[in-house]
């Protein structure tokens, strides 16, 4: 991958780093067959303003938080530098973008070092005039960039218009290694995708980081709610489980309408119309067997914290080995966007 | 596919055939745009005793059962005809093996010619002296054998010594048409895998049918029994939500200790040791969106009925529509055992 400049740093270094840090995280003897390492990571669920400045302030304070409550790699929601302006088409907000590297990576990259916690960012890509991207940057605990995903599967319906906004990836899936873990970044309308979860997984990434913009349409809250959530919640513990990696939905809350001050002050006047999005907060942890062991509430500004165990995921996949079974000799057809039955096509097994 | 004999009737001549049968089930004009089709299916949860052939009247009168009670479709559970034999390793246990087609085929295709309904049988297949295969027979209402489905991921742990037994499958995965629907065959195991429930759904299944053998070692249930049946519900609620289709678990219930009684009579000396296996029953269906619309109890008997509607699939899958949005140019990497970091590889997105 041609992505120089965001190589992550070896995981010996990082392990060097966190001894640095004088942290007592390391229960690891490197030379044993069992990892037994394990460190905490910090969800932030978090309330956004009209102000990108106001959010960034606020995202800084909660990762200071956590970072002090012991979190050794802390995760923002999707987007966290604005309320989620995709509920409308609007070019103007294109000036929401920012490079990569660029003032928010620079920021949160000191801030990082200062902490010495590895954060992941959600941020709007510009890559060039009319190249955006929905992109989840990944620092390390000594500042650096260690990794850099651009959402591959993009959204687009009635008040998620992102497709207009955001290019889809172009960087595959990708796990990096930060000084605690190697983890995973996908988000949000990723979490539909058991691909994802696999490639990123297969990379051998210790926890999927999902940060996410989801809620619920006023309207169709009270039919269809509860149901919606829960379905999020069961195709990401899912991948948990199908995996035997830890996986982290991170979501913002609160009820948004897409409010946004640009640079020039002004507050676009374009709110979308309607009752807005009711952003469903529920941000939670799973297990490597699809536990939940922390749930966040869905109408607070929480961060939540949880232990990833590496033995756990030994474990776990020793006692359910679904890596070992996995019959890649006949997963090529996947690759199609559907298998036609009016269509002859060669079977996708080993039989002629 | 080189499996003559086993291709199934084409979907309009099944329609046909259920209107032949005087049925009321047909909502579908098949000119307009989206189908209105509803069927109804029936899961079998049973009780296996060490003799076979009372295994098999039992599932005679069970889908007679289940047929008087309105389904059109009838799953029976892995391997219904036996106790689960896997428990030891035993030669002699491969005497339970049979052609197909072969007896029981025979006899479940008259069965469902007479009831009008479509089978899915699991059987222990025997394709050649020393190479057997765990296999689920699709019957159509007509008898005829509209599918035949070889169990691609094989398990082995302790107490479930299926390698020992079963040839991995070579037909791929499979879905085919019944008299009253396309339908995907998998077995057991291979509900841990993202995968199959894809590449099934992707060839128009409207229903995944799961007949399952999976239960408690008793030491283990009750540190981890609840979670265990939760992860296995959980990742078939997965699968239908991630592919937009009705997925059904069906689940055999009972302690075994793998007593078998051969064709000469005897009943198998070499009952395996120990307390057992308490197979968890909970046979499930679920509806498009993950929503459990039928349960069975962990310790009964049970025929579970539900409606597989067409139209919530089409319309689960246009609000939520994630089989626009495959990102099919970034999964070829998916036909890999591991994406080992320490290897240098291609991206598998479409960068250089």
């Not at 890509?125 to 500042?143: I, K, M, Q, S």
């Not at 319906?157 to 889809?168: A, C, R, S, V």
């Not at 199908?242 to 009820?255: E, L, T």
């Amino acid at each position: 991958m041609d992505c120089a400049g965001y190589r992550g740093q070896s995981q010996t270094t990082g392990l060097a780093l966190l001894r640095d840090a004088g942290t007592d995280q390391m229960g690891a003897d490197e030379s044993t067959m069992v990892n037994e390492r394990k460190y905490a990571v910090g969800l932030v669920q978090m309330r956004m303003d009209a102000d990108p400045e106001a959010n960034f302030a606020a995202a800084v304070k909660h990762v200071r938080e956590a970072a002090r409550l012991g979190a050794n790699i802390v995760c923002l929601p999707e987007l966290f530098r604005a309320q989620y302006f995709c509920q409308r088409e609007d070019i103007r907000l294109f000036d929401l973008a920012e490079a990569i590297p660029g003032p928010s990576t620079n920021q949160l990259g000191e801030l990082a070092r200062e902490l010495r916690v590895a954060i992941v960012a959600s941020l709007f890509e510009r890559r060039a005039p009319g190249l955006y991207h929905n992109t989840a940057v990944t620092l390390n605990a000594d500042g650096a960039i260690a990794g850099v995903y651009r959402k591959m599967h993009i959204p687009d319906d009635p008040l998620y218009y992102e497709k207009f906004y955001f290019t889809p990836g172009d960087l595959g899936f990708q796990a990096v290694d930060t000084a605690f873990g190697r983890v995973g970044t996908l988000v949000c309308w990723d979490q539909w995708f058991p691909e994802g979860a696999r490639l990123t997984a297969l990379q051998g990434a210790e926890i999927l980081f999902y940060p996410t913009a989801i809620g619920w349409h006023p309207a169709e809250k009270d039919e269809f709610g509860a149901a919606q959530y829960d379905a999020w919640q069961t195709i990401q513990r899912a991948h948990a489980i199908a995996n035997g990696v830890y996986v982290a939905g991170v979501n913002r809350v609160g009820v948004e309408h897409g409010e946004v001050k640009l640079a020039d002050g002004d507050i676009l006047s374009n709110r979308a119309a309607g009752p807005g999005l009711e952003f469903w907060g529920g941000s939670f942890l799973a297990d490597p067997f699809g536990r939940i062991i922390a749930k966040a509430s869905h109408d607070a500004e929480e961060i939540l914290l949880g232990e990833i165990d590496l033995g756990l995921i030994e474990d776990t996949r020793r006692n359910w080995p679904f890596l070992r079974d996995r019959r890649i000799d006949a997963y090529a057809p996947i690759t199609k966007r559907f298998l036609d039955p009016v269509n002859s096509r060669p079977a996708d097994g080993d039989s002629k």
